[in-house]
């Protein structure tokens, strides 16, 4: 009996696992130029994984959890090649560029798609290029980082763009004009999410500014189970409803609301774990960001969250500083008559804020929204202006202008104010500049008249004699005109720093 046992094990094939690779790595993919690049998978524990490209071979052996990586390059930019695996068995990518590669996350604006876009019928037609590739991370939340990412990498072209985030298509075509190299965009956003959902938790926890958002979805996560019950139960009664309103002939009754749980979008960290802590690390070049709107009724909080998630990301990473590139928000909202305060006036600041951090470039966004359309849909622009941010911040190039005229020093004479910024100064309508207001100690904003001389505006109002303050651009949808030569605007700004709408809001 126990000879026949031992033939039948001898007969029976012994379970392997083939070779595989992280789910980034497919056909048509980009790997980043000038760095090492690792390319790491699974197999058997101690199988020998052998990785061939562009005449590089690197050999690893799996270690006990099945784990393999090896290190590629540096690498030079290049067209389409194979990227060979070889262990038990063989994997062929085709097609496999190298090139810049951009995280591009956000918000709804940043998953606005190429059809929604202004000309979307015209800019889908021509925008095939083989070497501008994209690709897309699927919708997910977790408690827990994940390793793994599932997609397809596909080149650009009238049959891929059309979905595809119209502000990264933009972007990344401004670069492939400006380089030639090829180019991938790896898309990661989630509509109508906070900052706090793509932000480690140990970051939060780490700011005491921040702490507030971490307990309020711990409280949130320890009463799902409950929440959950009773929504079950109202769900059923609601279905009761519906087919009684049928029979009468009446309008069925709202659906009762799934509470928020641990699958959640704007979960403190749910996003981070779920779609961009499976790429890393995963070398890029850099990261271009459009999110904020629903930040803006904790504005003045933002000024701690935003710095923190990027620096954040960039530990994350561990390739130091990386570009980080990121949209200031658009106009909008019905425009006020007088000088009034503004959420997202004091959301734009605290992004211009964030300019602090070294690698960081703004695309100011005040003059192209639309006061009835929280998705403006000039793309376009906004994808230029993050490339010309990106010229400068990633490549130092010194002819490239990226921004409109900032305030470099404002001073306050008598009945006057006297802004100088660091440009010389045009409007975009060649009349006077709008979109000043002045105070003085009541704090009281008038609008204020404008004469411009070079670089210089001096300001004055009949209302206020004394003027201790000065703002621009300082509304939600405000009108304004002050651009460079460039017909870049200038970034919205205030001296004052009395508190706002969203003072102590955590």
């Not at 960001?289 to 909080?301: H, I, K, P, T, V």
């Not at 949808?477 to 102590?504: E, I, K, S």
Request: charged share 25%.
């Amino acid at each position: 009996m126990r000879a026949a046992l031992f033939a039948l094990l001898l007969l029976t094939p012994i379970a392997v696992a083939d070779v595989t690779l992280h789910g980034l790595f497919g056909d048509h993919m980009v790997l980043q130029r000038d760095a090492e690049v690792p390319v790491w998978g699974r197999a058997d524990p101690g199988e020998k994984v052998k990785v061939v490209f562009g005449g590089h071979t690197r050999v690893a052996t799996a270690d006990d959890q099945g784990r393999w990586r090896v290190e590629l390059g540096p690498l030079g930019a290049t067209a389409g090649r194979e990227l060979v695996v070889q262990a038990r068995n063989r994997i062929t990518l085709w097609g496999v560029c190298v090139g810049d590669v951009w995280i591009c996350s956000g918000q709804s604006n940043m998953a606005w798609p190429v059809n929604a876009a202004s000309n979307a019928e015209e800019e889908i037609q021509r925008s095939k290029d083989p070497e501008l590739r994209l690709f897309t991370v699927p919708h997910r939340v977790s408690g827990e980082p994940l390793a793994d990412v599932t997609g397809r990498w596909v080149a650009a072209g009238p049959d891929t763009v059309a979905s595809f985030s119209a502000v990264a298509f933009f972007f990344g075509a401004e670069m492939r004009r400006a380089h030639g190299v090829p180019v991938g965009l790896i898309h990661a956003s989630w509509g109508g999410t906070p900052a706090e959902a793509w932000t480690r938790e140990a970051t939060l926890r780490s700011n005491e500014e921040l702490v507030p958002i971490v307990t309020r979805w711990e409280t949130v996560l320890r009463d799902w189970p409950a929440k959950r019950e009773d929504y079950e139960k109202r769900l059923k009664e609601w279905q009761a409803q519906v087919e009684a309103a049928k029979a009468a002939g009446q309008p069925p009754p709202r659906r009762p609301r799934l509470p928020r749980g641990p699958e959640h979008p704007h979960r403190a960290s749910g996003l981070f774990n779920a779609m961009i802590a499976p790429l890393l690390p995963f070398p890029i070049r850099g990261a271009i960001w459009y999110q904020g709107e629903s930040n803006a009724g904790r504005a003045e909080q933002y000024r701690r969250l935003f710095p923190a998630m990027i620096r954040d990301w960039r530990a994350a990473w561990g390739i130091g500083d990386f570009p980080f590139l990121f949209v200031q928000l658009a106009n909008f909202r019905a425009r006020k008559p007088q000088p009034a305060e503004s959420d997202w006036a004091e959301l734009r600041e605290a992004q211009a804020l964030a300019l602090r951090e070294p690698g960081t470039g703004m695309a100011v966004a005040i003059d192209i929204g639309e006061a009835g359309n929280i998705h403006p849909g000039n793309k376009q622009e906004v994808g230029r202006r993050l490339a010309l941010a990106a010229r400068v911040v990633t490549h130092g190039e010194a002819d490239v202008v990226a921004s409109g005229p900032r305030l470099a020093r404002c001073a306050f004479v008598g009945a006057h104010a006297i802004a100088e910024f660091d440009q010389a100064i045009v409007t975009s309508d060649q009349g006077s500049p709008k979109g000043f207001a002045v105070a003085g100690r009541d704090r009281a904003f008038h609008w204020a008249d404008a004469r411009v001389e070079g670089r210089r505006i001096t300001l004055s109002c009949p209302a206020v004699p004394e003027p201790v303050a000065l703002r621009y651009a300082w509304a939600d949808n405000p009108a304004c005109n002050v651009v460079n030569r460039q017909r870049l605007p200038a970034p919205p700004f205030r001296t004052d720093d009395w508190p706002g709408l969203t003072a102590g809001k955590r």
